[in-house]
């Protein structure tokens, strides 16, 4: 399916008017594949819409910066609440690089979701957390993706998991070299410059901030502060799981989410 337009490509699961939506946001360095183990148990009690994000997939690219695509996000979720109208207004989940456009597109967009779920993420990178940013994006510019799959797939993963899962860890390593080259430096240029600390405040949903206990991408103090910044947030830390814990440990991922949104 396609929403904003048809500007966002989606995977739809289960919908029906008069349920409630739920819109998921994949990572950077994954696509919305990456939700594929946890799609049948959340699509039990939501319309779930998976969306590919501006510039993945099947979703046209927009300039403009984060902003721009937390903008194109929230077209979608309009799009989609539209579509599958229910009691209340749609719940977004991000994770990772999509959990930074959830929080944006909740700033700018006050009273478009009823509640957040926001895994692995954070609202500002630390000065080392910058600069490996600006380090991925010199590599990629200068070599290409491949340079830094590596890379990618450390932050992606702990290193037990990877020996462990190479099967799905080369999957996850090919979706990524699959992707715009120019969307990725794009993003890591946005990430490494910016910070929502100040806006916080003004963000007054539900929330529950989630991280991996091995996240090494966004390390788990930035989801305590992130949580300690946002006035209704609860965390929640998962042990042994890095940035994608929905690929890593989907059963604890849906333990974990559940309560929250069926709350």
Do not use: W
């Amino acid at each position: 399916m396609t929403l904003a337009a048809g500007q966002v490509s989606a995977q739809l699961a289960a919908a029906a008017p008069g349920r409630p939506v739920l819109v998921l946001c994949h990572s950077l360095l994954a696509d919305r594949s990456s939700f594929a183990p946890v799609i049948e148990g959340l699509a039990a009690h939501f319309s779930v819409i998976a969306l590919d994000l501006p510039g993945f997939g099947g979703s046209a690219a927009v300039p403009g910066g984060l902003a721009a695509i937390a903008d194109r996000v929230a077209s979608a979720v309009v799009d989609a609440d539209a579509r599958y109208p229910a009691a209340q207004a749609p719940t977004v989940l991000g994770n990772g690089y999509g959990g930074f456009v959830t929080l944006l597109m909740a700033i700018r967009h006050p009273g478009l979701a009823s509640r957040l779920v926001l895994a692995d993420t954070g609202a500002a990178f630390s000065e080392p957390g910058r600069e490996a940013f600006r380090g991925m994006a010199r590599a990629a510019s200068a070599k290409g993706l491949e340079a830094v799959a590596d890379t990618a797939m450390r932050r992606l993963f702990a290193t037990d998991f990877h020996a462990a899962n190479p099967a799905l860890v080369a999957d996850r390593r090919a979706r990524f070299l699959a992707m715009d080259p120019g969307v990725f430096l794009a993003a890591c240029a946005e990430l490494a410059a910016l910070d929502l600390r100040p806006d916080l405040p003004s963000v007054k949903l539900p929330a529950l901030v989630l991280v991996g206990a091995q996240d090494e991408a966004t390390p788990p103090p930035m989801s305590e502060e992130l949580a300690a910044g946002l006035p209704h947030a609860s965390l929640t830390v998962l042990s042994g799981c890095a940035h994608v814990p929905q690929l890593q440990a989907p059963d604890r991922f849906l333990a974990a989410v559940l309560p929250f949104l069926i709350a």
